[in-house]
């Protein structure tokens, strides 16, 4: 047999790279088989798109196939670090100024707080999933069981996406920083192909040499980057307090007379972009299973570093937009030409090596967290099993981490900053607003014991929460001043969330640790990340979709036939006792 079904199969194989090791399934076998498999494509589709994983199924016999386990070596303490290290990054030194100036003005504090309650509502649906189901998968695994295979391999070429530009961003945002501490502008470092689009021309080596390193260090040691994590986190934490307390000894309350000159469009304008400053935490959650205590650790370190963060990035907001006036603010390097221009041109030096350090952290904490998303996509079959393999040695893996930062090399070489960021935060809200969509499901639909009508009721509920989101989203981002469309949605938004907490019972309760306030917290996770999503340019969503198209036909081709072997083979394996829940009737 072609697969995992048995360990046999994995050893023999060990680290040589043959057609076994990328598509050892049934599928595959001959030209026969795979044309055979395609003509079967519509009953396949049927059957991954119905067929929901279990939690066992996650937690012992997907992970048994990446040979060797990983190591449980982090605690809290560490996983607040990995929070704080994987968020406070380029986001904050870099696209503040950009939408402080281009959209918010001074009220881009206000822009820090709406997408800081929309990514803490994401935090604790996040970490009732990963107590519960502490893989290295991340939200995949939680959308594997909840929602299906189907949309969790969308999700997981969204998450991909994700950590691929968000690590080609922050590789960029790197460079801009090492040129300001000397003295030289950001694009002095870079080669001009004057051959290639406005977007793409300045092509960036050191961008790539950073990735090389930071490689590297995610393939050695997940303690040993934790450790390092954490010195260069306290380091990091130290120079966001002295640029807090030097800029408000020259603040200016003057720059907050126009306070929001683009008004509240604006603000949710620069909520969506900014929302790229807080991702980084979703990371931390495919650490779950290398975490000694995952119902006491997961909670305390994500609530607690979404929390620090949040009230950071809302002081060093503030303290930017009182020591200039938001039209002055500097896109590519904003604090350290802010200090420059009240005289204190020596604090450029302190804020651009806290930067990096910041930057530094983030590439090396995603670099962890991307590597395990992987990891465990691999082990599903929908990647090629090759990815999946952990290193018996060093307890990482391996192969994972090096083709994830080689994509990521590849597209910061070449690709600007602002088409990075907007790509990354329709990936992420997406994200998000399934993982919450996941945790519904969670609570009040259980195989067997949901009744038709509870079934029925949840269904028509939860299918007006996401319409009447849908709708508020479309009216934002098509109205410019109109609100009827508001009184309509927003009640239907309400009455439908009532409905779902007042006429269908929970069907399942956390074992651990769980959301407070179900459904109103993640129906409003729900609603926050729709909005935000309206508040996105058409170009980043054409993008969007073009990805989303070429995921799809990836899927189609192999990764569903590969998947559905994979499903079906483990199953036989263990005498036709269901290891995935059955069909969704």
């Known amino acids: 047999m072609g697969d995992y079904g048995g360990d046999e199969g994995v050893r023999r194989r060990g680290c040589s790279c043959t057609k076994e090791d990328f598509l050892p399934e049934e599928s595959f076998r001959s030209w026969g088989n795979y044309a055979r498999a395609l003509k079967d494509t519509p009953r396949r589709l049927k059957d991954r798109v119905l067929t929901r994983s279990l939690d066992q199924t996650e937690l012992v016999d997907v992970k048994a196939r990446s040979q060797h386990e990983m190591k449980k070596t982090l605690n809290w303490w560490d996983l607040m670090w990995f929070g704080i290290g994987a968020v406070i990054g380029a986001g904050i030194f870099v696209l503040t100024g950009l939408e402080a100036r281009e959209h918010a003005g001074p009220a881009v504090v206000l822009s820090y707080v709406v997408s800081g309650i929309s990514a803490l509502l994401s935090v604790f649906c996040y970490t009732e999933f990963a107590v519960e189901i502490p893989v290295a998968g991340g939200s995949f695994a939680y959308l594997r069981v909840e929602l299906g295979d189907f949309m969790a391999f969308i999700a997981a070429g969204n998450i991909l996406l994700e950590y691929v530009i968000g690590g080609a961003a922050v590789a960029r945002s790197w460079t801009s920083y090492f040129a300001t501490l000397l003295n030289h502008q950001p694009n002095d470092f870079r080669i001009v192909a004057h051959s290639l689009s406005s977007d793409y021309r300045n092509l960036d080596p050191i961008a790539v040499v950073v990735l090389a390193i930071i490689c590297v260090m995610a393939v050695m040691s997940t303690k040993g980057s934790s450790r390092f994590n954490y010195i260069a986190s306290i380091f990091h934490v130290a120079v966001i307090i002295f640029i807090i307390i030097a800029g408000l000894m020259k603040a200016d309350t003057k720059n907050y007379s126009d306070f929001a000159p683009l008004g509240v469009r604006g603000i949710f304008q620069a909520s969506a972009v900014l929302f790229f400053a807080y991702v980084g935490f979703d990371a931390v959650s495919t650490m779950a299973e290398e975490t000694k205590n995952p119902g006491r650790d997961i909670p305390i370190g994500l609530v607690g570093s979404m929390v620090i963060t949040t009230l950071a990035y809302c002081l060093l907001a503030v303290t930017l937009c009182l020591m200039q006036p938001y039209k002055n603010i500097d896109v590519d390097a904003p604090f350290s030409v802010a200090f420059e221009a009240v005289g204190m041109g020596w604090a450029k030096y302190i804020v651009a090596a806290g930067a990096l350090k910041g930057m530094t952290t983030v590439l090396l904490v995603s670099a962890v967290g991307?590597?395990?998303?992987?990891?465990?996509?691999?082990?599903?079959?929908?990647?090629?099993?090759?990815?999946?393999?952990?290193?018996?040695?060093?307890?990482?893996?391996?192969?994972?981490?090096?083709?994830?930062?080689?994509?990521?090399?590849?597209?910061?070489?070449?690709?600007?900053?602002?088409?990075?960021?907007?790509?990354?935060?329709?990936?992420?809200?997406?994200?998000?607003?399934?993982?919450?969509?996941?945790?519904?499901?969670?609570?009040?639909?259980?195989?067997?014991?949901?009744?038709?009508?509870?079934?029925?009721?949840?269904?028509?509920?939860?299918?007006?929460?996401?319409?009447?989101?849908?709708?508020?989203?479309?009216?934002?981002?098509?109205?410019?001043?109109?609100?009827?469309?508001?009184?309509?949605?927003?009640?239907?938004?309400?009455?439908?969330?009532?409905?779902?907490?007042?006429?269908?019972?929970?069907?399942?309760?956390?074992?651990?640790?769980?959301?407070?306030?179900?459904?109103?917290?993640?129906?409003?996770?729900i609603a926050i990340n729709i909005f935000l999503l309206g508040s996105i340019d058409r170009a980043s969503f054409e993008r969007f979709g073009l990805w989303t198209l070429v995921i799809l036909v990836y899927y189609f081709l192999f990764g569903l036939h590969a998947s559905y072997d994979t499903a079906k083979e483990a199953s036989s394996a263990k005498q036709m006792k269901n290891v995935e829940e059955g069909a969704v009737n």
């Open 370 to 525: 991307q590597a395990r998303y992987l990891t465990h996509i691999a082990r599903t079959h929908m990647m090629p099993p090759w990815l999946a393999i952990v290193n018996e040695k060093t307890g990482t893996p391996v192969n994972a981490t090096v083709v994830m930062l080689a994509a990521t090399a590849v597209i910061a070489f070449f690709t600007s900053l602002g088409i990075l960021s907007n790509l990354l935060s329709i990936s992420t809200l997406f994200i998000f607003m399934l993982v919450a969509i996941g945790l519904l499901v969670r609570r009040y639909y259980v195989s067997g014991v949901t009744t038709t009508a509870n079934r029925i009721k949840f269904i028509v509920f939860l299918a007006l929460i996401l319409g009447s989101s849908i709708a508020t989203a479309l009216y934002w981002a098509i109205s410019t001043d109109g609100w009827i469309a508001y009184a309509i949605t927003g009640p239907i938004w309400l009455l439908s969330t009532i409905g779902l907490w007042l006429f269908v019972p929970q069907a399942r309760e956390p074992k651990v640790w769980g959301v407070p306030l179900v459904p109103w917290l993640p129906s409003l996770s």
